[in-house]
């Protein structure tokens, strides 16, 4: 099932040809992206969603299109959705470069897709982790602002390579860390740890995106007398906490089981609770 929309809130034929061949997003991965979930028509976090994705194209230098446009892109997709059949809905918001050799015009669209089998599985059951080398310092960002550290990029070609190294180990996910063993994110995901009712998760400035998800349950867990912190922790922390989550916005705060082989904490009464004061904000 898939939903696309342009920019003007049309929708088109999500299996009819969308992009020339000349599209520096196809030809570099020269472009943006978000993905949202939406719950019975009601898009999640999609200011923040939005204030990200200004944030990729600001480090990108991409010319954004407004951003009323990408919400009436967004309402178009979500009012052509089927709710009565599938009451979830992963949304992408996808910007490229233009095409090369162009005048700069920004390529747009907005796609519904269904939550995928798996995403669910994940969800439910937890996953296993291991931890891969990402092969940069945390204070790469500051130095060498040209990496685009802090951008959602399109070029996720090293993500999925880590993902599909993950499987053949036999495991779920991935959580990468630094050059000086301190955890950085997942390919598609913020870690989070606890620890007497602490909530802890990498800080931005180390390279990684800012989670829509995470902070959602930042807000939540705060509002509930938990304290909260940003700042850098070792993968041996992992292993020293009381819990850990991988935080995304389609798997919401998953459950890790296992990192390295190594059974890690996993109460199931505090996953509840954690996920609880998620869902608290919707």
Known sequence: ???????????????????????LGVMRGDGIFETILVVDRRP???????????NSARLMGIALPERAAWERAVRAVVDDWPWETDPEMALKLVCTRGV????????????????????????NEGVSAITLERGYAPDLTERAPWLLLGA?????????????????????EVIFTATDGSVLEGPTSNVVIAKDRV????PPSSGILKGTTQGALFRAA???????????FDTADLFAADGVWLASSVRLITQVRTVDGTPVSADADLHAELCKLYESNY
Request: aromatic residues 4%.
């Open 199 to 202: 909530l802890c998760t990498t």
């Open 1 to 23: 099932m898939r939903v696309l929309a342009l920019l003007d809130g049309t929708i088109v034929d999500p299996e009819a040809p969308l992009l020339r061949a000349d599209d």
């Open 222 to 232: 705060e509002e509930h007398g938990w304290r909260t912190r940003v700042e850098k």
């Open 100 to 123: 090369d050799g162009g005048d700069g015009t920004p390529t747009g669209f907005a796609m519904g897709m269904q939550v995928g089998a798996e995403t669910l599985r994940k969800r």
């Open 152 to 172: 959602k990029s399109l070029s996720y070609a090293v993500n999925m390579a880590a993902m599909r190294e993950a499987e053949s180990r036999g495991v779920d």
């Open 44 to 54: 999640r976090e999609l200011g923040p969603h939005l204030d990200r994705l200004a």
